[in-house]
């Protein structure tokens, strides 16, 4: 028997089949019509609030009521809404339909804000139907998109939008590592990089440890069956000159380790960049030699500088998920001990810090941090980009 919760969910309706509405589609849908993504989620949040309970509805009534939501919020999804002509963007693999979306998705790599990289998109579209131009080869967008950057934002926000574009398709996959403690806010970041850049595959070290816990029994390895704040409880008595908070946390973050190793050849035996964060990954423990010349890797380390910003982020946490908010709070002493010391292996090992008070701020100066360490490893020429 179907529980309610399937009989609620709407069905579209298209040619005598069925299918589940998926928002998420809707969204990338519109998305490729050339609007924002904030946009898209919120006119595809209303048209799925509204017809939901309806059971089925057919396409075209879906598409109809998506068109009423548009004229309602007074949006345009792109040149060819509004009567322009198509245009084509020819490539190497083929030709697409040019959108606004996806152009202003790419820019993200200049690091600038999502509506900045809009309005570009727009002003690029307006100069491509002012000539009259039906086609467009990838090359000479290229050029326009560069050129468009350098008068608005400058020199380096246009080169940073090449140099990501030449690592798209790397001959060597592109590998993002993000330190920090507990409540840092390396995950949120390292999502957000993600959606920015397109980068496709994003871990945890909490990913790893879990599976290490089903494998390795607590008698056997007790550190990791703890978080890294009171793995000092599992692990007993340590030596009288060691701090028992660090010496827990490192035998923890050793072992773990060797799964992110397993990660990064995982990464480069398949070619495909990849975001990786956690509180395991730590300066001076992780040997990256080994790597050199097999892929771009990017080390960093994510603070939260303000102790009172860190506890308001763990009570924001206790509200949105399942983890009490208590439990942090009651190890904060702990917690920012740990990062006390990670920020002290930072600076030993030359370990860049982004200090992540405004998260925009921080992913924007992570995008930064990667695309300048890129430059440098590729001996950039704009020129030869163009």
Known sequence: MASDSQRDRLQIEHDGQRRPFMRGILVHSLMARGLPFDESYKVANAVRDDLRGRGTVSREALATRVAEELATRGLLTDARSAGAPSIQVHGRQGSNPFSKGFLSQSLLAAAIDPKDAFDVAGEIEATLVARGQHTVERPELRRLTFEALERRFGSLSAERYL??????????????????????????????????????????????????????????????????????????????????????????????????????????????????????????????????????????????????????????????????????????????????HLLELADRYDVPIVDNHVRDASVLSIIKHMTGTLRKADEFNADELL
């Open 163 to 340: 140099v990501w574009r030449r690592f798209e398709q790397p001959e060597r996959p592109v590998i993002l590592l993000l330190g920090g403690a507990t409540g840092a806010g390396k995950t949120s970041l390292a999502v957000e990089v993600a959606h920015r850049l397109g980068i496709h595959r994003v871990l945890s070290t909490d990913s790893i440890r879990q599976v290490m816990r089903i494998m390795l029994s607590q008698e056997l390895v007790p550190a990791i069956h703890a978080s890294s704040y009171d793995a000092h409880l599992q692990v007993g008595e340590t030596g009288p000159a060691e701090d028992p908070v660090i010496a827990a946390f490192e035998a923890q973050a050793a072992t773990v380790t060797v799964g992110v190793r397993a990660m990064l050849d995982r990464a480069i035996e398949e070619n495909s960049s990849l975001i990786l964060d956690g509180v395991s990954i730590v300066p001076g423990m992780l040997d990256l030699d080994p790597y050199r010349g097999k892929a771009h890797i990017v080390f960093l380390l994510v603070a939260t500088l303000d102790a009172d910003a860190i506890r308001a982020r763990f009570e924001a946490r206790g509200r949105n998920s399942r983890r009490p908010p208590h439990r942090y709070l009651q190890h904060l002493d702990a917690i920012l001990h740990i990062q006390d």
